[in-house]
């Protein structure tokens, strides 16, 4: 008899242990799943305008003619690009690039490095951008986080100063649950804490759109303006910007810029304190 409950003590731990084990299994296999789709979707992992393109209409054009006017033809890619053949864009006109380094703070892109270097490599002058997630963290927080992964800057004539990229919010509420009085003191956080640790103010990247929605503060004093509008025109631009410094006009067959200005005053930006 004794012996019978310890078999039958034995044989149910090993049930129990069994079905411990296939429970264990299919979580990791749920979990593994989820990761798969989510490394899909590349969340956290968003490119320069993929959100003003969801939300704004591109209207189809053959794109601003660069010779109409004095301008510099560039780029912005992020690890959605992975591997660039920067000889390849560098033949067909491209002069400058911005690389995505960091979202919010709990992303830094894998290919920062091989693209901002690869594209030095060939003589671009180049830079790095932030995605900002405004309600993740402070301004301050996140700007420090992108100094530290990539986004400085260094008076060699071929960096420019970072940029924030800060358009409609990927996971929730298009202002990111700020009024324009808390997302304008945001910004100015982000640029202030930036220059502090750069010497250098960033250039703002958004869209007219989105920053009279969200924004009611003023930045065309001492921030460049790059503005996002996929037309022939570059149109109405962000409260109390005079002008653009530059103009991502279309993202096929990726994203393409238009610097307002000649190369010596592109060189000149990358220079200038």
């Excluded at 109409?68 to 033809?73: F, G, T, W």
């Excluded at 993740?136 to 700007?143: D, E, I, K, N, T």
């Excluded at 924030?164 to 945001?186: F, H, S, V």
Aim: aromatic content about 12%; hydrophobic content about 30%.
């Amino acid at each position: 008899m004794h012996r019978s409950v310890r078999s039958g003590r034995v044989g149910a731990l090993t049930y129990g242990l069994s079905a411990i084990f296939s429970a264990v299994l299919l979580l990791s296999t749920s979990a593994y799943a989820a990761g798969s789709s989510s490394a899909e979707r590349q969340l956290d992992d968003h490119s320069m305008g993929s959100q003003i393109r969801k939300h704004e209409e591109a209207v189809p054009r053959k794109g601003p003619n660069p010779l109409k006017n004095s301008s510099v033809r560039g780029m912005d890619v992020s690890g959605h690009q992975n591997k660039v053949d920067w000889r390849h864009w560098w033949g067909k006109g491209m002069r400058f690039a911005y690389v995505k380094a960091t979202e919010g703070t709990g992303y830094t892109s894998p290919d920062f490095n091989h693209q901002y270097n690869g594209s030095y490599q060939v003589g671009m002058i180049r830079g790095a951008y932030h995605f900002a997630l405004p309600d993740r963290s402070s301004g301050a927080v996140q700007a420090r986080h992108f100094v530290r992964n990539g986004g400085g800057w260094s008076a060699d004539g071929k960096t420019l100063p970072g940029a924030l990229d800060i358009e409609y919010n990927p996971y929730g509420p298009t202002c990111y649950g700020k009024n324009r009085g808390q997302m304008t003191a945001w910004i100015r956080e982000f640029s202030d804490t930036y220059r502090k640790l750069t010497g250098r103010h960033p250039t703002i990247y958004t869209s007219t759109r989105w920053w009279s929605e969200c924004v009611n503060g003023e930045f065309g004093s001492t921030n460049p303006l790059w503005i996002a509008r996929y037309n022939d025109s570059i149109g109405e631009l962000p409260h109390n910007w005079g002008f653009h410094t530059f103009w991502q006009y279309t993202s096929s067959p990726l994203d393409q810029n238009l610097f307002n200005g000649t190369y010596e005053q592109l060189r000149k930006l990358a220079l200038d304190k």
